[in-house]
Every structure is written in structure tokens, then in C-alpha cells.
């Protein structure tokens, strides 16, 4: 399983704990105001848009904050202007990072991160260092409790999807990005229940981690996501289900 979705798959676990602190709100709300500022406010017309709303409702976000996020994006309500960008760097034992940002502070960002890299053993790399280990894919994760496997083979398949990992206890779905909202309503048609649906970057090939490297890896990305200008980190380790439970208990 990639560490994306593994990290994610933890998140998930603890989003009512996140939601409160205001930490998933925040960050898709901007997500929001930037998908509407750059492609309009009609989830029909923008699919970036159309998927950070799902995004919000999976995070029981009320629909007055989803409103207001996208009015300040189509600029009916005033709000801040927010840059995007990607960092570049390594983890420990030279674990691969990718680091979206969307701040309307480029200088203190790229500080902040490049601060947290340095004190949980990371660095920051050079543009180009590690991206072209990522391919950009669209991403649902099923846990086993909530299908069989022949059933999301099936689903996955005839909805156009690429491939579908066994990674554990649960099923990664790997589609293109243009295929991604059919796979994920082919999902939603048959009451498949997923823990993540997303555009994510997927790693072509994974880092094996154990004990202090692992504990390591997960505090990274922890302290990385928690940073209030950055909105995704996507890392290609891999851990093991046993250390994972081991690590997480």
C-alpha cells in the first residue's frame, strides 16, 4: 500500500479529531476558493471544483461554509489570494516527498516546511529531485469489510478503471484522472463505501520502512500535514500491516 493512502487510511481514522480542530475545514475550503477562482463556481462545468465539495461532505462540512468558499473564489465575497506550488524533497532513509502548498505566503511556507524537514530527519530537495517518481492518478481506497473482491474488481473494471491493488486490509482503485469521477460514481451507483476518493499522486515504486525509519516517516508526514499551508504530502514508502498496527496501537 502506497504511503499516501496508508497515511491516509490513518487520517481517516482520526477525521473526527482533525474536523475539530478546524485543520480539514481549512484546508478544503481553500482547495474551494481556488478550484471556483480558476474554473468558475458550477461543480457541473469544474471537476476540481465538483470534487473538493465531495471532499467537504465527506467531512461533514456545512453547506453555508461550502457556499462561502466558493463565492470568494468566483470573487462574490472577499477573500484571500492563494498560491500553489510543490516542494521536493526526502524523508528518512531517503523516502521520496512531494508537498502541495497553497499559502497566500510563499517565503514563510517554504520556511516553515523546510524547518520541519530538518527536525524530523528530511530535507528539502530541488525542483524535479523526486516529482517524476509520481505518476498522477485518480485514487479510491475500499476496505474489505465493505465488498468482496470480485465485486470491486467488477465494479472497478467496467467503470474504466485501470487496475485494482489488494494492499492489505483494504483495496486500492487505480483509474486516469479523466476517468476518475466515472469509477468513483460506479462506486456511489452500487453503495461501495470508500475511506478515500481522490486525484492523488501515486508513487511508481515504494520504500520499505521499519521500526525507528517508520516511526520516523509517520511523525514527518503528521507534522507536514498539520503545517497550515500545505494541503497534500504524498511519499512513496510502504509499511507492513503488522509494523503499522504495531506503530499506530
Avoid at 497515511?7 to 477525521?15: D, E, N, T, V
Avoid at 474551494?32 to 458550477?42: E, K, L, Q, S
Avoid at 483494504?170 to 460506479?186: C, H, I, Q, R, S
Amino acid at each position: 500500500m502506497s504511503g499516501h493512502s496508508k497515511w491516509a487510511s490513518i487520517k481517516h481514522k482520526k477525521g473526527k479529531e482533525d474536523a475539530r480542530r478546524g485543520k480539514v475545514f481549512t484546508k478544503i475550503m481553500r482547495e474551494i476558493t481556488v478550484a471556483a477562482r480558476m474554473a468558475g463556481g458550477d461543480p457541473n462545468m469544474n471537476p476540481r471544483l465538483r470534487t473538493a465539495i465531495g471532499s467537504a461532505k465527506s467531512a461533514q462540512m456545512p453547506k453555508e461554509n461550502i457556499d462561502r468558499a466558493i463565492k470568494k473564489g468566483t470573487g462574490e465575497l472577499e477573500g484571500a489570494t492563494y498560491e500553489e506550488f510543490t516542494l521536493e524533497g526526502y524523508g528518512p532513509a531517503g523516502v521520496a516527498l512531494l508537498v502541495e502548498v497553497m499559502t497566500d505566503n510563499r517565503n514563510r511556507a517554504v520556511a516553515e516546511i523546510r524547518h520541519l524537514l530538518d527536525r524530523h530527519n528530511g530535507k528539502m530537495g530541488e525542483v524535479g529531485c523526486v516529482s517524476w517518481m509520481f505518476d498522477q492518478r485518480g485514487l479510491l481506497v475500499v476496505e474489505k469489510t465493505a465488498a468482496d473482491e470480485n465485486l470491486v474488481m467488477e465494479v472497478a473494471l467496467e467503470a474504466g478503471a485501470d487496475d485494482v491493488k489488494d494492499s492489505g486490509s483494504v483495496f486500492e482503485v487505480l483509474t486516469n484522472a479523466a476517468d476518475f469521477e466515472k469509477v468513483k460514481g460506479a462506486f456511489d451507483g452500487k453503495g461501495i463505501a470508500y475511506t478515500l476518493a481522490e486525484i492523488s499522486r501515486y508513487p511508481q515504486t515504494t520504500v520499505t520502512l521499519t521500526g525507528k525509519n517508520a516511526e520516523s516517516m509517520l511523525k514527518l508526514m503528521e507534522v507536514l500535514e498539520d503545517a497550515d499551508d500545505v494541503q497534500n504530502v504524498y511519499a512513496n514508502f510502504d509499511i507492513s500491516e503488522k509494523e503499522m498496527e504495531k506503530l499506530t496501537a
